[in-house]
Structures are given as C-alpha cells and as structure tokens.
C-alpha cells in the first residue's frame, strides 16, 4: 500500500491547488536494498506492481522516473539494507492558470467541507509514532472512489466554487486544518460528528490524525454552498464548520464538546519549532 499512497498523495495535490486528472503524468523514484537479495527483491517487485495497478486505475502514466539502489551498510558484520522507499512526483497541465486555488484560509464566515472517508488507518502515521506505536491498520487506496472524488473537486474548483483546498497527509485531518487555519491567519471551528467517517471509528484523535487517503480539506463561501455541493454530488463529503475571525483552532469532539481549543499562533510555532535552529 505504500506505492498506492504515494500515488493518491502526488495526485491529491494537483487537485488541491486546482488542476485535473486530465493530463496528468507521474514519475518515480526507487530508493531500495540489494535487489540480488530474494526478500529485497520481493518488496520491490510488490512495490512496481502497486505502481501499476494504482496508475492504471487512474489513468496516469509513468513517463519517466529512477532508482538508487544497492542502499546497504555493515552493522557486526552483518549487511543491513535501508527500510524500501518510493518517491512519486506528479505534473499536470493546467487550462486557466487564473484558476489554480492555494490551501490558506481566506475569509471568516466561509464554509469548510471535508471530502473523502476518514478510516481507522493510523499504521504507520505520524501520530503513532510520536506515542511509540507502529500500529496494523495503514492506509489503503479505492482507486475508482479516489479518482471520482477528484474528478468532482476539480470541476468544482474549475467552476469558481473553491475558495482554498488542502489535501490530507501527514498527521491527517487535525494538521491539515491547522495549516490551512494558520496560513491564512484565521481561525477555525469544526465539528468532529459531521466528518465522513467509518462509523466504528468513535474515537476524536483517530478522526484528527487517521491518514487515510484520498481526503480534501475545501473552503467555500456560503453564496456558492449549493453551487458547489451540486458539483460534488455523489462523492463522500461533510459540512464540518467555518472560517473564523478569531485567531483559535477549535475543534468540538463526537460528544458535541470542545476537545482542541488552541491558539493559532501556539499551533504555528509547534509546527516550525523543528527548523527554528
């Protein structure tokens, strides 16, 4: 499922700032143990063939890409190869340049939607590994439900519905709203419950920091609510909050009370404390 990640992930944020799936093209980078070694070589056969699998199914090709490979080094004397690693890189071709969306905030009182199916998939995620956990359960990819979920976002951002988009990654939901909220310097005020989610997943941090895949953070103004949920009909989305004037990150739990009530510049230090060197 890492291969299938990288590619939703490289697709997502050509959709986020407003491209299409179109014309787009993928390109990928190998950086592997010794692939003369069977248990090397079988993660990197699995890799390629999820690299295929998943861009079919989206309809972009590999048009070029590279590999390193042969990453090992010596530790008591035993060969030790580095943890199997793929880096996809995805470039599209825009019609309206005037058209493409940043992921800031950008004005109080404006809607916030999240698009996609939250899952129980904290395996591996960053959440995890700050509580020292690896976790089971990793994100996976429904390429036909991923590709028509962007398909829907960027007619809507085409159409002049989309005020700002963000994909979700690293650190899930929580991060992705706080850097939306404090790139534009606004607040805002989001309900956990109207998160689409699988309904086993009753716990807010799971909600907040799951990495599933194939997820949108959308800012849209009020006048184009209609407009713009029309366009994104059929696909999994929810009406969580609002842009707020306020300079908080609040965030109301499953039970309907507050579980994150911080303030935006506390929440942006955290995040560039590790390069404030």
Same mark, same amino acid.
């Given at each position: ?40 070589? /079988?993660? =990197? ?6 690299? *295929? @699998?998943?861009?079919? !199914?989206?309809?972009?090709?590999? &048009?070029? +890409? ?42 109080? /009182?404006? =809607? ?6 939250? *899952? @129980?998939?904290?395996? !591996?995620?960053?959440?995890?590994? &700050?509580? +020292? ?145």
């Amino acid at each position: 499922w890492m291969a299938a990640s990288c590619i939703d992930e490289a697709l997502r944020q050509i959709i986020a700032v407003g491209g299409s799936l179109k014309e787009v093209a993928l390109l990928d980078n190998f950086c592997w143990g010794n692939p003369d070694k069977p248990d090397r070589l /079988g993660g =990197l056969v699995r890799a390629a063939r999820g690299c *295929y @699998d998943v861009a079919k !199914g989206f309809g972009a090709p590999f &048009i070029s +890409g590279k590999d390193s490979l042969y990453n090992e080094y010596s530790l008591n004397g035993k060969s030790k190869a580095i943890p199997g690693t793929l880096l996809i890189s995805a470039i599209a071709v825009t019609d309206d340049a005037g058209k493409t969306v940043s992921m800031d905030a950008k004005e109080e /009182g404006n =809607l916030i939607y999240v698009l996609g199916d939250t *899952y @129980d998939e904290l395996g !591996g995620s960053h959440y995890f590994d &700050i509580l +020292g956990y690896i976790g089971n359960s990793v994100p996976k990819v429904e390429v036909r439900k991923a590709k028509a979920l962007m398909e829907r976002l960027s007619l809507a951002t085409n159409r002049g519905l989309v005020r700002a988009a963000h994909d979700c990654s690293e650190g899930g939901l929580g991060v992705a709203l706080a850097e939306t909220a404090f790139a534009g310097g606004l607040g805002v005020e989001v309900f956990l419950s109207a998160v689409p989610r699988n309904k086993l997943n009753v716990r807010n941090d799971f909600i907040l920091f799951s990495e599933s895949n194939s997820r949108f953070v959308v800012e849209v103004e009020k006048k184009k609510q209609k407009q713009f949920e029309k366009a994104i009909q059929g696909v999994s989305a929810g009406l969580i909050g609002c842009v707020s004037k306020e300079k908080t990150f609040k965030v109301y739990g499953l039970d309907g009370k507050p579980c994150i009530e911080a303030g935006l510049y506390d929440l942006k230090e955290a995040w560039q404390k590790p390069l404030s060197w």
